[in-house]
């Protein structure tokens, strides 16, 4: 089974810069979630999909953040404009929504943004 | 809010047991995870616990849960360089569907 895919790895831009990132969930996950995990902290959620419906963006700054999930498969963030403070790695990750609070959430590896 | 607190690094010989420790300041949990990290990798569920649980185990992992002192840890025995990694703890308040993480603790195995 292939697990949750992301594009690119790595991207470094000057501030004030737009940056797109890219999901590919794992294949009949419904549900979608996007982190933001920034050195030496643990993720936090900025985002989260069922279907191509939004569940929950309480945390994300939607001044300068947004996210689609067209047709309920892939997703993408935007950072538009950047800021040194966006540094991170954004980790993406999908899950089979059973309904239960143990609905494994499987992780990308993350693209690691560097903002100058 | 809620607070997870962990230390960051830990260092143990390779073949010793690993006890990684966490505390939660949320008295509405109702699960508590450990997630591992490899470098460059996502992050791996590696087992949960039920907040009417103490204790639970799986191969060389055992998980023991203080509700009472919102302590929670995760023991690796024979710990392999294969387990050096960052392990995450993070715990489901009540009524949320998203767990809050502690910050990582870094476990370094050396031979």
């Given at each position: 089974e292939a697990g949750v895919a992301q594009s690119p790895r790595y991207k470094i831009i000057e501030k004030r810069q737009s940056v797109a990132f890219w999901c590919n969930p794992i294949s009949g996950h419904a549900t979608l979630y996007w982190y933001q995990q920034i050195l030496g902290q643990g993720p936090k959620l900025l985002i989260q999909f069922q279907n191509n419906g939004v569940v929950d963006d309480s945390q994300l700054p939607k001044d300068r953040f947004s996210a689609e999930r067209l047709?309920?498969?892939?997703?993408?963030?935007?950072?538009?404009?950047?800021?040194?403070e966006d540094s991170a790695v954004y980790l993406c990750a999908s899950s089979l929504p059973r309904g239960g609070r143990t609905d494994t959430q499987y992780f990308g590896p993350g693209t690691r943004l560097t903002v100058l | 809010?809620?607070?997870?607190?962990?230390?960051?690094?830990?260092?143990?010989?390779?073949?010793?047991?690993?006890?990684?420790?966490?505390?939660?300041?949320?008295?509405?949990?109702?699960?508590?995870?450990?997630?591992?990290?490899?470098?460059?990798?996502?992050?791996?569920?590696?087992?949960?616990?039920?907040?009417?649980?103490?204790?639970?185990?799986?191969?060389?992992?055992?998980?023991?849960?203080?509700?009472?002192?919102?302590?929670?840890?995760?023991?690796?025995?024979?710990?392999?360089?294969?387990?050096?990694?960052?392990?995450?703890?993070?715990?489901?308040?009540?009524?949320s569907y998203i767990p809050t993480f502690g910050r990582g603790t870094s476990l370094i195995v050396h031979p």
């Open positions: 047709k309920g498969v892939d997703s993408t963030l935007k950072i538009q404009p950047a800021k040194l | 809010g809620e607070d997870v607190e962990q230390s960051l690094f830990l260092s143990v010989r390779e073949g010793d047991s690993s006890v990684i420790n966490c505390t939660y300041t949320d008295s509405s949990s109702t699960y508590l995870y450990w997630y591992k990290q490899e470098p460059g990798a996502g992050l791996q569920l590696l087992t949960y616990i039920f907040s009417n649980m103490d204790m639970k185990q799986d191969q060389r992992l055992t998980v023991l849960l203080n509700k009472k002192d919102k302590h929670l840890s995760l023991r690796i025995a024979d710990t392999q360089t294969g387990d050096s990694a960052i392990y995450f703890c993070a715990e489901l308040g009540g009524g």
